[in-house]
């Protein structure tokens, strides 16, 4: 009998916190658009999470364009189609490679910081004391922190797929002897509106995902210093997951629109 009843109260579980998390969301929205607005606090935030992300997503971004060509050369040389290696490389990247791998780095790297920071407020009590000396601390943590990170993904996969596709030249250039500049044309030649457009589109809703889990999950912190654990572990794993089902769906509803 403790297994069906272990079912049972997981199944529970899971739906409370969905419904937890719905209110989450509406509560953010809420706040985003009521007065005052944390224009300050923001913007640091901006800085914090973009400008310290750069190395990482930079390093990332150029392992990635140089393994993935790396591995990608043999089997088209197979072929004898090594001409479309840079058609290939972009279009691969742009779309589905580079978003949702800068989108994970960036959910380990700033999805378990905001569910630490949060989460170690929340059990020293110091998100207590800012409702009692009267600041809103959901609008002041929460608000900007989510905004933030929906921000500034778009800009830091934009910038990690140029320096992916720069490393993917280099190689081409040392094992092809393809000039840059005949790289980057068919790069750009390759490249559609239709391929853009909804791989940036979709990102932002990568950076609220990143920013929603990790606010959820360090507000609601358990207390105790086992409780920031948690929540910093839960927010990368949960962010993780949902980032591949935000992809499967940003996927196959680009796919309804552009057959259309």
């Known amino acids: 009998m ?16 969905i419904g937890d998390m719905t209110f989450f969301v509406g509560r953010f929205f809420r706040e985003l658009f009521s007065k005052p607005f944390e224009f300050r606090e923001l913007l640091r935030q901006c800085y914090n999470m973009g400008n310290r992300s750069l190395f990482l997503v930079i390093v990332t971004g150029f392992i990635l364009g140089l393994v993935f060509t790396l591995q990608s ?6 072929f004898g189609a090594e001409s479309w290696m840079p058609s290939m ?34 059990v020293t009590e110091q998100i207590d004391a800012m409702e009692v000396s009267g600041t809103n601390p959901f609008k002041y943590l929460v608000v900007t922190r989510i905004l933030a990170v929906t921000l500034m993904l778009p800009l830091l996969v934009i910038l990690g797929d140029a320096v992916a596709l720069v490393g993917s030249a280099i190689v081409e250039n ?18 559609k509106f239709s391929d853009v457009f909804p791989a940036t ?7 609220f995902a990143i920013g929603l889990m990790g606010t959820y999950k360090g507000y609601n912190c358990a207390k105790g210093t086992v409780g920031v654990g948690e929540a910093s572990n839960s927010a990368v794993v949960y962010t993780s997951m949902l980032l ?8 196959f509803v680009t796919d309804i629109f552009y057959t259309l």
């Open 89 to 122: 490389i972009s279009l691969s990247i742009v779309r589905e490679i580079g978003p949702v791998i800068i989108a994970l780095i960036c959910a380990g790297r700033i999805g378990s910081g905001i569910g630490a920071e949060i989460g170690s407020m929340r």
């Open 174 to 191: 040392l094992k092809g002897g393809v000039s840059y500049t005949l790289y980057f044309n068919q790069v750009f030649d390759a490249l």
């Open 244 to 251: 591949f089902i935000i992809d499967f769906i940003a996927v």
């Open 201 to 207: 589109v979709k990102t932002f809703f990568f950076g």
């Open 73 to 78: 050369r043999p089997t088209l040389m197979q």
């Open 2 to 17: 403790s297994k069906p009843n272990s079912f049972l109260d997981r199944t529970k579980s899971f739906f409370a916190e």
